[in-house]
């Protein structure tokens, strides 16, 4: 009988539920972390507006962690474009990209399918370099270990007031083009840091330019210790 | 606007829940979306009303709860203020969303033969 609006009527039944919407992208990433752990390969998503560094980034890191010995593989995802991929391809690094068409978020389906496209078994670190956007791609997990979030000294120190989505997702938060902080006499790094304290519980900003490597080696180590923890996982 | 990605899986699972109980049509579809779900409630109802034509939910009305985000401390419970860091005033550790990433299916009030 309905119980909802009273109406007596024994034709309706309700039937209540506790369901995530999104329980079928949650399965979906479930079985990439699964790969992700029988491969040893440490997945990291890394979200960030466009034009905040992500494909330079990847590469800088790329080029630090090859001199350790250590390497990666990338799917990018992109709207309309291969560019992204053809750039990292052309750094040396197993790339492809995922072409969303409309979509403006990676989900865990489609990293499922890039994942065909690319040898990233024999890899320690698999980046993710999501479309470029600070709202959607924080709804959908994609079976990685970490969040890394960009956000270029550009962009504006509100900007994790104005997508708190986004930034209590991440696990860190680097602050790219460092090398522009010296022209840019307003902006300073602790606004940013002040404005992460208040939308992600336990902040962690590093400072990062892959123009001039400042704050690499923070980063490697962040990196690292995730490496750590993935190698435990997978044992 | 991944708003619509979210309703296309809403209505999949409707549609499931429709077949499972042998419904003939669905009247009233109930969500619970929090604050920081990174849903937007407005965007939500909007993409319902386009994607809805001819399926399952073409004559159900969609019933949204919005739930406010609440962060208290990790180790002592204390609720924590909105708008200020998030560490416990009393004893300095991080938060934790209590309530508020909710992107839930609730319930369905579906017709039967």
């Known amino acids: 009988m309905c119980q909802t609006c009273g109406c007596g009527d024994e034709r309706v039944v309700t039937v209540n539920l506790h369901e995530r919407i999104l329980k079928a992208n949650d399965s979906a990433a479930r079985h990439n972390r699964e790969h992700f752990a029988a491969a040893g390969v440490l997945a990291i998503n890394l979200m960030g507006s466009p034009g905040s560094g992500k494909t330079a980034l990847i590469e800088a890191t790329a080029r630090a962690l090859g001199s350790q010995g250590l390497k990666i593989a990338a799917l990018s995802g992109d709207l309309a474009t291969d560019h992204d991929g053809e750039r990292l391809r052309a750094a040396g690094i197993p790339a492809a990209t995922v072409t969303t068409g409309t979509a403006c978020h990676l989900d865990a389906d489609l990293v499922h399918r890039g994942l065909h496209e690319i040898a990233w078994q024999d890899r320690d670190v698999l980046f993710v370099e999501n479309v470029g956007n600070l709202v959607c791609p924080a709804v959908y997990d994609l079976g990685q270990r970490a969040n890394v979030v960009a956000l270029a000294v550009t962009e504006g120190e509100d900007k994790p007031l104005k997508y708190p989505v986004m930034f209590r997702s991440a696990d860190v938060v680097l602050l790219t083009k460092a090398d522009l902080l010296p022209h840019l006499p307003d902006i300073r790094v602790q606004s940013f840091a002040d404005a992460l304290a208040k939308v992600m519980p336990q902040s962690r900003l590093l400072v990062i330019s892959a123009r001039n490597n400042q704050g690499m080696a923070e980063w490697l180590s962040w990196l690292d210790d995730r490496l750590a923890e993935s190698r435990a996982n997978s044992r | ?113």
């Open chain 2, 1 to 113: 606007m991944h708003e619509y990605s979210v309703v296309g899986a809403l209505i999949e699972q409707v549609e499931a829940q429709a077949r499972a109980h042998g419904a003939i049509a669905v009247r009233r579809v109930c969500v619970r979306i929090g604050e920081l779900s990174g849903v937007d409630r407005e965007l939500l109802a909007t993409a319902y009303e386009v994607f809805r034509e001819r399926t399952v939910c073409a004559q159900a009305a969609l019933s949204i709860e919005p739930v406010s985000a609440r962060w208290e401390c990790r180790q002592c419970g204390r609720e924590l203020s909105r708008q200020g860091m998030l560490r416990c005033v009393a004893c300095g550790s991080p938060a934790s969303l209590a309530q508020g990433d909710e992107i839930l299916l609730t319930q369905i009030e579906m017709e039967v033969d």
